[in-house]
């Protein structure tokens, strides 16, 4: 056994130092890659960071849904770019009126210049009706360009509870949403309008409540179909 151990980690060492000319990737590759971690750089005990993550090119985003900034369990979003040796932090997100137990930043989504935060603890339609944040990159610095509700939120919707954004168009899960019965959830599909976002119609299962359906997690794509779930498809009706 200790022989065999020994071989193995001979083998390991000579493809570290030695990888193999067109094998991709190789282990010191991996090795290099690992060591790549990224930390908040005012982390504390329960911010929960990573709970939350989302990447493009060169930039990264973390959520912290514990962060306590704005309050117990307020929230937050890092967001990393990558400088060519390394990953920095960039900035550090919050919501402008952020308030205890508002689990800002429990899902994120970067596309371009562009990030998306939820916050599924937000009250501003009941508790926890949730919300999502909309910032864009300037240039300069992150800006909020909108915060998102649905139209017809109310408590316990848990909107923001996931989050995706791709170019101009976003996607927001809410697993509370009881149009189909308790917690059979919808998904809410936004749009920029080139002056605000604009929900343009939101979505809800066609026909009995199935539990892999369930929009706990969203995706979204540029010119392509809204994710809800593990399926679009003809199991959802769009309900402007």
């Known amino acids: 056994m200790r022989i065999k151990r020994l071989t193995l980690l001979l083998l390991f060492f000579a ?7 067109g094998c991709t990737p190789s282990f010191k590759t991996v090795m290099l890659t690992a060591k790549n971690k990224l930390s908040a750089n005012d982390g504390a005990a329960n911010d929960h960071f990573g709970i939350s993550v989302g990447i493009t090119g060169e930039r990264a985003i973390v959520g912290a849904r514990g962060e306590i900034e704005r309050g117990r369990q307020s929230g937050a979003a890092y967001i990393f770019k990558y400088t060519g040796i390394g990953w920095m932090q960039e900035t550090k997100l919050v919501a402008r009126v952020g308030r205890t137990n508002n689990h800002f930043g429990a899902s994120v989504s970067i596309s371009g210049d562009r990030v998306i ?21 300037n240039g300069v610095r992150w800006e909020l360009e909108a915060k998102l509700v649905a139209r017809d939120g109310r408590a316990r919707d848990e909107f923001g509870a996931s989050v995706s954004i791709s170019g101009e168009g976003a996607i927001v ?3 509370g949403d009881d149009d189909r019965g308790n917690q059979s959830g919808s998904a809410y599909v936004f749009k920029y309008t080139g002056t605000d976002w604009v929900q343009e119609v939101r979505l809800i299962v ?10 706990r997690a969203v995706g979204h794509r540029a010119n392509a179909k809204s994710h809800v779930g593990r399926t679009l498809g003809g199991n959802f009706i769009p309900i402007t």
């Not at 009250?123 to 910032?135: C, L, M, Q, R």
């Not at 066609?206 to 929009?215: A, F, S």
């Open 15 to 21: 493809l570290y130092f030695f990888p193999v000319k």
């Open 173 to 175: 899960g809410a697993p």
């Open 117 to 137: 935060v939820g916050a599924p603890g937000d009250s501003e339609k009941g508790i926890p009706s949730g919300s999502a944040y909309v910032f864009r990159y």
């Open 206 to 215: 066609n026909g009995e409540r199935r539990p892999d359906l369930h929009p």
